[in-house]
C-alpha cells in the first residue's frame, strides 16, 4: 500500500485489490461505522465523525452499489491494455488479471537538449522533434500489431509515462477502439522497459482511496 498527499487536502491510497475489505474495516474501527453512496467514480464512504473515502474502481471494474459488491468487482481478474511511453521508449502489453501475457518494448534514439545557440540550436531542435515524431510513430504501429487485435477482449486500457507521447499515439485513427477504452487514470512510470510493464500491472489493478480526516474541533 501506497500513499502521497492530494490536491485540495486529504490523501491518496493505493490498495492490492485482496486488501480492500479489510482496509474498509480499518476505516470503520478509526472513524465508526460509515454510510455508503454509489458515486460516478466508485463508491463514498462517510463515517460518523466527518472522515471520509472515496474508492475509486480500478479500471474496467463494473458499478456497484455496496463494499461487497466493489471488493468483488475488484478483485475478479480483467484483461486490461498497457501502453507506457516516454520520449523514444514505449512498451505495450494485455495483462490478464495479474499476468503478462503479451508485451513487447521498443526504444528509438532521440537526441537530448543542446546548450548551442542560435542557428544551431535550431537545427537540433528540429532533429530531436523529428526524431520524437518517428519514435511515436513507431509506438502507434506497435500498439496497433500487439494491442488493436486484443480490443474487443480489454475491460479498459491503462496508460503510463508522459501524458504529451500518450496522447499522441492514441490520436493515431487506427487505435481509436483503444482510445474509446483508455482509463482516467495515467500511471507514473520511469522509461518504459520490460520491468516496469510487468510492475505497471499492479498500478493498473490497484484501487485509489481518497482519504480526507475530519476536520479538527
Known amino acids: 500500500m501506497s500513499s502521497r498527499p492530494a490536491a485540495g487536502g486529504g490523501r491518496w491510497v493505493e490498495v492490492d485489490p485482496a486488501r480492500v475489505g479489510r482496509w474498509v474495516e480499518g476505516f470503520g474501527e478509526r472513524h465508526g461505522p460509515p454510510t455508503t453512496t454509489i458515486q460516478g467514480y466508485g463508491l463514498l464512504l462517510a463515517a460518523p465523525d466527518g472522515a471520509t473515502a472515496e474508492l475509486h474502481s480500478p479500471p474496467g471494474a463494473p458499478a456497484v452499489p455496496d463494499v461487497p459488491g466493489f471488493v468483488a468487482a475488484a478483485t475478479t481478474p480483467r484483461r486490461i491494455g498497457?501502453?507506457?511511453?516516454r520520449k523514444g521508449a514505449v512498451a505495450v502489453g494485455v495483462a490478464a488479471g495479474e499476468e503478462l501475457t503479451v508485451s513487447k518494448v521498443d526504444t528509438r534514439y532521440v537526441q537530448g537538449?543542446?546548450?548551442?545557440?542560435?542557428?544551431?540550436?535550431?537545427r537540433f531542435a528540429r532533429r530531436r522533434d523529428n526524431q520524437a515524431k518517428a519514435a511515436l510513430g513507431d509506438a502507434a504501429d506497435l500498439a496497433v500489431r500487439l494491442l488493436l487485435p486484443q480490443a474487443s477482449t480489454l475491460a479498459a486500457v491503462v496508460c503510463g509515462g508522459d501524458r504529451r507521447a500518450v496522447d499522441t499515439v492514441l490520436a493515431d485513427r487506427r487505435l481509436a477502439p483503444l482510445a474509446a477504452l483508455r482509463a482516467e487514470r495515467l500511471l507514473d512510470v520511469p522509461e518504459p522497459r520490460h520491468a516496469v510493464l510487468v510492475s505497471a500491472i499492479a498500478a493498473a489493478r490497484a484501487v485509489r482511496i481518497l482519504v480526507r480526516d475530519p476536520d479538527p474541533a
Open 82 to 85: 498497457l501502453l507506457l511511453a
Open 113 to 122: 537538449r543542446t546548450a548551442a545557440g542560435g542557428w544551431s540550436q535550431h
